[in-house]
């Protein structure tokens, strides 16, 4: 650790306040009474470069800044994230959700970001129970973020719980809806690329979205944003642009989420676990195109007029 890490973990967060968060619409939301005390840390989102393309043209264009930040439980250091830096406080809480070291963000006091040293220290109230031997074994997930978790996914099945069917369903239209909102969607992507989004929705309403360097940060993020408003998922949905591989639908679950959306496909392993769960999954989903992978049964189909057949003309 550097000596310049060691004065920041060192110095009292009692000037982190709690502040409202922002939604899609600009609207401020309030957080809970025993949210944690957060920072607003801030930095350059976007990059001006030149470059030289094919047609050896001189111009600027912007990248994503991807930045590094080293996250400390009460001065334990527990994980590197490479982020883009959106929303790193959200960030923070979220992973500490989704990995299941915190049950909610109650039991967090602070979190404080500091990127001039790229690091969050993040204080709890009663500290995380065993968190040497919960971090002991780290797998390095596939893709963009290089996601960490810890421990065996399948055998974290047991602890979900997600909406019956009855009370958790999409139709056809609110899903095409929500496609045309990311469609619409102003976003770092569209300008510069290199980078994921995910959104949250309670039917065609976008409620938040963000981007960042992975998929993985980017699901963390929308978590610890939930955390914050005590949102519950059973009757929102979840839309990114990545592949449901089997920790976004882990993290989707432990969320409470059962309909996720994505522009991407999705993998075996993410199959097999929504189908255990129950969730409905659509993937390759843009405009007005969609395949439902699982959970049909939470679906009201709407179907496209057929297709008109191809006829063939002999010659």
Known sequence: MSSASAEFLARDAGDAEPRALRDASGDAWPVLADAPRLTAAQGELLREIRIVDEYGERR????????????????????????????????????????????????????????????????????????????????????????????????????????????????????????????????????????????????????????????????????????????????????????????MVMKAARMGVPIVVSRNGVTAMGHELATRLGMTLFGRAAQRHFLCYTGSERFDSEPEPGRAPVRVVAG
């Not at 830096?85 to 923070?92: I, K, Q, R, T, W």
């Not at 070291?101 to 039991?107: C, F, T, V, Y």
């Not at 995380?128 to 810890?150: D, E, H, S, Y």
């Open 60 to 247: 600027s264009i912007h990248i994503p800044v991807e930045r590094a930040l080293t996250v400390f439980v009460d001065r334990h250091e527990l994980v590197t994230l490479m982020t883009l830096g959106a929303c790193p406080e959200l960030l923070v809480l979220g992973y500490l959700c989704n990995q299941r070291l915190i049950e909610g963000a109650a039991e967090v006091e602070s979190i404080d970001v500091d990127w001039d040293v790229s690091a969050a220290a993040v204080r709890t109230r009663t500290g995380v129970p065993g968190i040497a031997a919960l971090t002991a074994r780290r797998v390095v997930t596939t893709g963009c973020g290089q996601g960490t978790v810890f421990g065996d996914a399948m055998a974290q099945l047991d602890g979900v719980r997600l909406p019956d069917v009855a009370s958790a369903r999409i139709r056809q239209g609110t899903l095409q809806r929500l496609l045309e909102t990311m469609r619409q969607q102003q976003s770092i992507h569209r300008k510069a690329g290199s980078v994921h989004g995910c959104a949250l929705f309670a039917g065609a309403e976008l409620l938040m979205f963000v981007e960042d360097v992975g998929r993985h940060n980017a699901i963390d993020t929308i978590a610890g944003w939930m955390a914050m408003r005590g949102v519950v998922g059973g009757d929102k949905v979840f839309y990114t642009t990545g592949r449901l591989t089997s920790e």
